[in-house]
């Protein structure tokens, strides 16, 4: 099995425009989203999940409709500079710069 971890696009508390918790993607991250959806379409993928926070919902939106498919909304995914309050903890994945990220969406793949 093949997992794709995708970090929201840029956001507009990323872009210093917002402080809220919940804020939506910016322009750029609008941008980023739409270029990865390209990138997504056609791949053999089966579900998409996704946190109830905006940025997070509006980056899944544009693979979901590339994709054919439905958005799975987890309150347990919620997550904020590495703050968890359901049971999942995003760990390194909250800190792309550990992996060598250089924007703000990015992927990473993982074989189980």
């Not at 995708?6 to 989203?33: F, K, M």
């Not at 999940?49 to 693979?63: D, E, F, G, K, V």
């Not at 498919?69 to 590495?82: A, D, N, Q, S």
Request: charged fraction near 15%; proline fraction near 7%; include cysteine.
């Amino acid at each position: 099995m093949i997992v794709h971890a995708i970090r929201h696009g840029q956001s507009l508390t990323n872009a210093g425009l917002d402080t809220s918790l919940n804020s939506d993607l910016s322009p750029h991250g609008v941008r980023q989203v739409q270029r990865l959806a390209e990138r997504f379409r056609g791949l053999p993928i089966r579900a998409i999940y996704a946190s109830p926070l905006n940025r997070c919902l509006q980056t899944a939106l544009p693979i979901a409709e590339a994709l054919g498919l439905p958005i799975r909304v987890r309150p347990e995914l919620f997550e904020y500079h590495g703050l968890a309050p359901g049971a999942v903890k995003i760990g390194m994945l909250s800190r792309p710069a550990a992996i060598g990220a250089v924007s703000a969406t990015w992927s990473v793949t993982v074989r189980a």
